[in-house]
């Protein structure tokens, strides 16, 4: 029998070994004993084949513990609640529970899995680590298993326990930190969360799953028990519209804010599936991508404080809607990117912070694991377990649900240690310089991981300083992403269209300087959401001149966007002019289509400039190559004109004139590449979206064999106030 210490240590919850005491034992003196801890308990009944043995009461509390004939190898136990009657002739109450006892089942990880989880090396944690439905020995019930080593006891807690840690303690598997335990009769839709006491016996707060792979509803904290998602094949025509040489025009969405039912309410996965996909494939994006999906607590937050890095939001509906959602995506021909997070977490005590009691998923010393910019915790990215949660998300966002890559949120600030941070408030490296080497290292590891497991999908960079080789490979020195995103281009193309058309002659090297450097990587260029909000407004609201200007202004600066090298991205809004800064808070203002004949003419001019740019090779070819892009004439300061040509491997060509100020140009000269006919396909000054019409209908060019621009061919033509201008070269 247990002795009196051991009794106060399972009825007080502090039992680190429960499957040494709990359970079927037998003792020193061959004696076979069974004990079973059931709170609320008047008595317990082992079921041992076709026998009912009852179990002696231990303590108040609910320990009771018998000594048996012989040791079963399956039995199930029979809870009689304390104050109701037992049935006649020692029979079952009606309110007693039957139930199969966890503390009779084995091990649940394997060697090997345990082996990689403490390795590091386990591409897939997922699979073991979490909560996961399974049948053992022909007893329904789920596996729990979280990562906690420095904890001196866990528990699986929730509805079917009344969240009572004493419960159900866990088995700690010491050779890799991870405590598990399989609780019969648990299935999908049930709540749960895992409490714990720190390495010096003190409770924390109740802990969310790190792997659940679904959440409650804010602001509810509970993980919910649901199946792994099933790994989806593999796809050439989705790795073809990924890749380098393909048109990649992106439509970026927070799905909360880009439509609500009723005025108020989030649409859910299928109502997204019906309305925006069709929307998006309309326009002729051939990406969408969504803020991001994980469970967030925080609205403001738009999803970059995740809680939850492997169970999509609640606010639109259960993880199978996003599954769905993505088929239909695909079905359309639209590939899906997830925003994804692994640069900091929230703080909020029931999460990842301090888990176990320690700075387990964070850097201890703040100057190290604490973001001033956001106030939230920085994960740990030398520690192996980490960065194995870390790529371990990313392949099940890729896999399990079929995203076609992932957009990493806040790169730079995973690069430097002295990010935002002022002299003596950082930690050098080894070498005493700035950069966080294990953030580098568990950036490559990143990519290569997804390029070795997952070809068909990319990673992109939100990177915004010049750190070196970030869409490089690795093997030749760089971190490995398919694309980084041009903060550059946008700030500078930006602050030139704010400026009044008079002045941009001072500032005619903000257009082209992009150029300068456009092919060290392979690049994105975003108008995202980060330019709609804090007060920046929005992009028609940041152009100058009057109504017609500010709209033209805009048309003009969406051609030459189109037109210059580097994949598109747009955020919802931006399409059709939205007037107001972005408000999670609200729908997009879909009205003004219905009331301003202005903003149904950018919403036309940005579903053809998308589907000029995907007819189009010369306008995404060879859109990260030197070998595509042609300056015509960039030193036209004084005019504010600017041409140039794009070039495919087929030999096909695309000249692209802007004119940035309201003066028209007639009889405007440029060289050309090739003699023929350079005909205009594309006219952002047409009256069909809002302009005055110049050079309509479509005009043509025959070359000349005239001198001009260093070429021996040229054409004249006419360049449009405030407008970009593309013409196709025919032979």
């Given at each position: 029998?247990?002795?009196?210490?051991?009794v106060?240590?399972?009825?007080?919850?502090?039992?680190a070994?429960?499957?040494?005491?709990?359970?079927?034992?037998?003792?020193?003196?061959?004696?076979?004993?069974?004990r079973?801890?059931?709170?609320?308990a008047?008595a317990?009944?082992?079921?041992v084949?076709?026998?009912?043995?009852?179990?002696m009461?231990?303590?108040?509390?609910?320990?009771?513990?018998?000594?048996?004939?012989?040791?079963?190898?399956r039995?199930?136990l029979?809870?009689?609640?304390?104050?109701?009657?037992q049935?006649?002739?020692?029979?079952?109450?009606?309110?007693?529970?039957?139930?199969?006892?966890?503390?009779?089942?084995?091990?649940?990880l394997?060697?090997?899995?345990?082996?990689?989880?403490?390795?590091?090396?386990?591409?897939?944690?997922?699979?073991?680590?979490?909560a996961h439905p399974?049948?053992?020995?022909?007893?329904?019930?789920?596996?729990?298993?979280?990562?906690?080593?420095?904890?001196?006891?866990?528990?699986?807690?929730?509805?079917?326990?009344?969240?009572d840690?004493?419960?159900?303690?866990?088995?700690?598997?010491?050779?890799?930190?991870?405590?598990?335990?399989?609780?019969?009769?648990?299935?999908?839709?049930?709540?749960?969360?895992?409490?714990?006491?720190?390495?010096?016996?003190?409770?924390?707060?109740?802990?969310?799953?790190?792997?659940?792979r679904?959440?409650?509803?804010?602001?509810?904290?509970?993980s919910i028990v649901?199946?792994?998602?099933?790994?989806?094949?593999?796809?050439r025509?989705?790795?073809?519209?990924?890749a380098?040489?393909?048109?990649i025009?992106?439509?970026?969405?927070?799905?909360?804010?880009?439509?609500?039912?009723d005025?108020?309410?989030?649409?859910?996965?299928?109502?997204?599936?019906?309305q925006?996909?069709?929307?998006?494939?309309?326009?002729?994006?051939?990406h969408?991508?969504l803020?991001?999906?994980?469970?967030?607590?925080?609205?403001?937050?738009?999803?970059?404080q995740?809680?939850?890095?492997?169970?999509?939001?609640?606010?639109?509906?259960?993880?199978?809607?996003?599954?769905?959602?993505?088929?239909?995506?695909?079905?359309?021909?639209?590939?899906?990117?997830?925003?994804?997070?692994?640069?900091?977490?929230?703080?909020?005590d029931?999460a990842?912070?301090r888990?176990?009691?320690?700075?387990?998923?964070?850097?201890?010393?703040?100057?190290?694991?604490?973001?001033?910019?956001?106030n939230?915790?920085?994960y740990?990215?030398?520690?192996?377990?980490?960065?194995?949660f870390?790529v371990?998300?990313?392949?099940?966002?890729?896999?399990?649900y079929?995203?076609?890559?992932?957009?990493?949120?806040?790169?730079?600030?995973?690069l430097?240690r002295?990010?935002?941070?002022?002299a003596?408030?950082?930690?050098?490296?080894v070498?005493?310089?700035?950069?966080?080497?294990?953030?580098?290292a568990?950036?490559?590891?990143l990519?290569?991981?997804?390029?070795?497991?997952?070809?068909?999908?990319?990673?992109?960079?939100?990177?915004?300083?010049a750190?070196?080789g970030?869409?490089?490979p690795?093997?030749?020195?760089?971190?490995?992403f398919h694309?980084k995103?041009?903060m550059?281009?946008?700030?500078d193309?930006?602050?030139?269209?704010?400026?009044?058309?008079?002045?941009?002659?001072h500032?005619?090297?903000?257009?082209?300087?992009?150029?300068?450097y456009?092919?060290?990587?392979?690049?994105?260029?975003?108008?995202?959401?980060?330019?709609?909000?804090?007060?920046?407004?929005?992009?028609?609201?940041?152009?100058?001149?009057?109504?017609?200007q500010?709209?033209?202004?805009l048309?003009?600066?969406?051609?030459?966007?189109w037109?210059?090298?580097?994949?598109?991205?747009?955020?919802?809004?931006?399409?059709?002019?939205?007037?107001?800064?972005?408000?999670?808070?609200?729908?997009?203002?879909?009205?003004?289509?219905d009331e301003a004949?202005?903003?149904?003419?950018?919403?036309r001019?940005?579903?053809?400039?998308?589907?000029l740019y995907?007819?189009?090779p010369?306008?995404?070819?060879l859109?990260?190559?030197?070998?595509?892009?042609?300056?015509?004439d960039?030193?036209?300061?004084?005019?504010?004109l600017?041409s140039?040509v794009?070039?495919?491997?087929d030999g096909s060509?695309m000249?692209?004139?802007?004119?940035f100020?309201?003066?028209?140009?007639?009889?405007?000269?440029?060289?050309?590449?090739?003699?023929?006919?350079?005909?205009?396909?594309l006219?952002?000054?047409?009256a069909?979206?809002?302009?005055s019409?110049?050079?309509l209908?479509?005009q043509?060019?025959?070359s000349?064999?005239?001198?001009?621009?260093?070429?021996?061919?040229?054409i004249?033509?006419?360049?449009?106030p405030?407008?970009?201008?593309?013409?196709?070269w025919?032979?």
């Open positions: 029998m247990l002795s009196p210490t051991e106060r240590a399972i009825v007080e919850g502090r039992e070994d429960p499957f040494a005491r709990l359970g079927p034992h037998v003792d020193a003196d061959g004696r076979r004993w069974l079973a801890f059931v709170p609320g008047a317990v009944e082992a079921l084949d076709d026998r009912t043995l009852p179990l009461r231990r303590d108040e509390a609910g320990l009771f513990e018998g000594e048996l004939p012989s040791t079963p190898v039995y199930r029979r809870a009689h609640p304390a104050g109701l009657p049935a006649a002739e020692g029979g079952p109450s009606p309110a007693a529970q039957e139930f199969d006892d966890p503390y009779r089942f084995g091990p649940l394997g060697e090997l899995d345990a082996w990689l989880l403490a390795e590091g090396t386990h591409l897939r944690p997922f699979e073991v680590l979490g399974l049948c053992i020995d022909g007893v329904d019930g789920t596996a729990f298993a979280i990562w906690a080593p420095n904890a001196a006891r866990a528990s699986v807690v929730g509805d079917f326990n009344a969240w840690g004493r419960r159900h303690p866990m088995r700690l598997r010491r050779e890799c930190g991870v405590w598990e335990l399989f609780l019969p009769g648990v299935g999908v839709g049930e709540r749960y969360k895992f409490e714990l006491l720190d390495a010096a016996g003190r409770l924390l707060p109740q802990k969310a799953d790190p792997y659940a679904r959440a409650e509803l804010r602001p509810a904290t509970a649901a199946p792994l998602p099933a790994a989806l094949p593999a796809s025509a989705r790795e073809r519209a990924n380098i040489d393909a048109p025009s992106i439509y970026e969405v927070h799905c909360a804010s880009w439509r609500r039912r005025g108020w309410q989030w649409l859910d996965w299928d109502e997204l599936a019906e925006l996909v069709p929307y998006a494939a309309e326009m002729g994006f051939t969408l991508e803020l991001p999906v994980a469970e967030h607590p925080l609205d403001a937050s738009w999803g970059y995740s809680t939850g890095l492997y169970a999509p939001t609640a606010r639109h509906g259960a993880p199978e809607g996003l599954l769905r959602f993505v088929e239909r995506a695909h079905a359309a021909g639209l590939g899906v990117l997830l925003d994804w997070v692994p640069a900091h977490f929230p703080a909020d029931w990842l912070a888990l176990d009691g320690s700075a387990l998923y964070e850097y201890a010393d703040p100057r190290e694991g604490f973001h001033q910019d956001w939230t915790l920085i740990n990215f030398g520690r192996n377990e980490v960065r194995n870390l371990g998300s990313a392949l099940f966002w890729l896999e399990r079929g995203a076609d890559g992932l957009r990493v949120d806040a790169v730079a600030s995973m430097y002295d990010y935002s941070r002022a003596g408030q950082w930690i050098p490296n070498h005493g310089g700035r950069e966080n080497l294990e953030a580098i568990f950036l490559k590891r990519n290569e991981v997804v390029g070795s497991e997952r070809p068909q999908a990319v990673t992109i960079a939100e990177e915004s300083t750190f070196p970030v869409s490089h690795t093997y030749a020195g760089g971190l490995g694309y995103w041009n550059g281009w946008m700030h193309t930006l602050q030139y269209m704010q400026r009044d058309p008079v002045h941009r002659r500032h005619h090297g903000e257009l082209g300087f992009g150029l300068v456009a092919f060290s990587e392979n690049y994105v260029l975003p108008l995202s959401h980060d330019e709609v909000v804090h007060g920046k407004g929005s992009l028609i609201g940041r152009m100058p001149g009057d109504r017609w500010r709209f033209a202004n048309r003009a600066y969406y051609g030459f966007m037109g210059h090298p580097g994949k598109k991205l747009l955020f919802m809004g931006g399409e059709f002019a939205q007037e107001r800064e972005w408000s999670h808070e609200r729908s997009l203002d879909w009205h003004l289509l004949p202005e903003h149904a003419g950018v919403q001019l940005v579903r053809d400039l998308n589907r995907r007819d189009s010369a306008l995404h070819d859109d990260c190559s030197a070998e595509g892009f042609e300056w015509i960039h030193e036209d300061a004084e005019r504010s600017l140039f794009r070039l495919a491997r060509a000249l692209v004139v802007c004119n100020t309201p003066v028209p140009r007639t009889g405007l000269r440029l060289g050309v590449p090739q003699p023929g006919r350079w005909v205009e396909r006219n952002t000054d047409s069909h979206y809002g302009g019409n110049l050079g209908p479509l043509a060019a025959e000349e064999p005239v001198a001009s621009h260093g070429r021996a061919q040229s004249v033509l006419a360049a449009p405030l407008a970009t201008v593309f013409l196709q025919t032979p």
